[in-house]
């Protein structure tokens, strides 16, 4: 199972620390949902998801300054008994001082953010889909063409690293060689990015590691990519009979998620680079509406009916 240790959170959300002498080193985050204690606030524990990072916004500020002091005592003391794993003021609000003392009491750590409660909500919940989303390696060649994320397959040695380089100095930018790590952030959606050990590098036979951000400059590499397109290469075979109209699309399947996939037979001669960027922009205006394979059809169709028509005047 994913998890995000409380300290990362704190350093990519940049938030204060309002109790440092609680010690957080092995506190860990493992769903990406969050809750706001409103009603627990209000008195009501029942189905209480303790176990989120609990997000206290201007609403629940202000409820708890309107308590007096019995009734303060009484909800502090039933919500901090929960294991908590932290909680976050936002709108650099700050809580009481009985509140904060007996949040130290009980070990639950309180943070704060200058960011407004909705807006904080929406990028630490999607922050958290991404690292703790389920993950896989697949070996590829992960490139951005023309804003598509096209996943380049096949056996080793077959030509997934030369096309790369190929796009990348036709201007397009290259995510990951060789391993992609595949993230399912939603059942249409998957995130492709690099190990960080290999990132930004591409191995060439013959030659050897070459640094794509160094050699070709920043514009040419990215961090992470939306996978749309899978391109399966693999040695041309005579006797198998290849997709010329692409009528029906082919899919595989990565945890759950189906992509659409092209196979390429691989000769001495065809630029794997031109074939790719035709792939990702003939994908691109498939998603706008237009197919060519289906327009072709249409005017066959049409063709085909005209002919009958002038057959039986």
Same mark, same amino acid.
């Given at each position: 199972m994913a998890v995000v240790k409380l300290s990362k959170i704190i350093d990519v959300m940049k938030l204060e620390n309002l109790t440092p002498e609680i010690d957080i080193k092995g506190i860990k985050i493992t769903q990406p949902d969050i809750n706001r204690p409103a009603l627990q606030l209000a008195g009501y524990f029942e189905h209480y998801e303790a176990t989120r990072l609990q997000i206290i916004g201007f609403v629940e500020y202000t409820y708890m300054?309107?308590?007096?002091?019995? &009734?303060? /005592? *009484?909800?502090?003391?039933? +919500?901090? $008994?929960?294991?908590?794993?932290?909680?976050i003021y936002c709108r650099e609000l700050e809580p009481d001082e009985m509140f904060k003392r007996m949040a130290i009491e009980r070990n639950v750590p309180i943070f704060m953010t200058p960011k407004a409660t909705s807006a904080f909500m929406a990028e630490l919940i999607r922050w958290l889909n991404m690292e703790l989303a389920p993950c896989i390696s697949v070996h590829g060649v992960l490139v951005d063409v023309y804003g598509e994320g096209v996943l380049i397959t096949g056996e080793s040695g077959i030509g997934k690293s030369e096309a790369a380089l190929e796009l990348i100095k036709r201007g397009h930018r290259l995510v990951t060689d060789d391993v992609v790590e595949l993230r399912k952030i939603s059942n249409d959606q998957l995130i492709g990015s690099a190990p960080d050990i290999t990132k930004h590098f591409?191995?060439? &036979?013959?030659?050897?590691?070459?640094?794509?951000?160094?050699?070709?400059?920043?514009? $040419?590499?990215?961090?992470?990519?939306?996978?749309?397109?899978?391109? /399966?290469? *693999?040695?041309?075979?005579?006797? /198998?009979?290849?997709? &010329? +109209?692409? +009528? *029906? *699309?082919?899919?595989?399947?990565? +945890?759950?998620? /189906?992509?659409?996939?092209? $196979?390429i037979p691989i000769r001495p001669g065809r630029n794997l680079a031109i074939i790719c960027e035709s792939a990702a922009v003939n994908h691109r205006q498939k998603k706008m509406g237009y197919n060519a394979a289906q327009e072709l059809y249409t005017r066959v169709q049409n063709s085909l009916a005209k002919r009958r028509e002038e057959e039986d005047e």
């Open positions: 300054e309107g308590m007096d002091e019995e &009734r303060k /005592k *009484e909800i502090y003391t039933k +919500l901090l $008994s929960y294991n908590i794993p932290a909680l591409i191995e060439l &036979r013959g030659i050897g590691i070459i640094d794509v951000k160094t050699l070709f400059g920043v514009s $040419s590499v990215k961090d992470t990519q939306t996978v749309d397109l899978v391109i /399966k290469l *693999e040695e041309w075979d005579k006797d /198998k009979e290849y997709d &010329r +109209l692409g +009528l *029906e *699309e082919e899919y595989t399947e990565y +945890l759950g998620n /189906k992509l659409v996939c092209h $196979s």
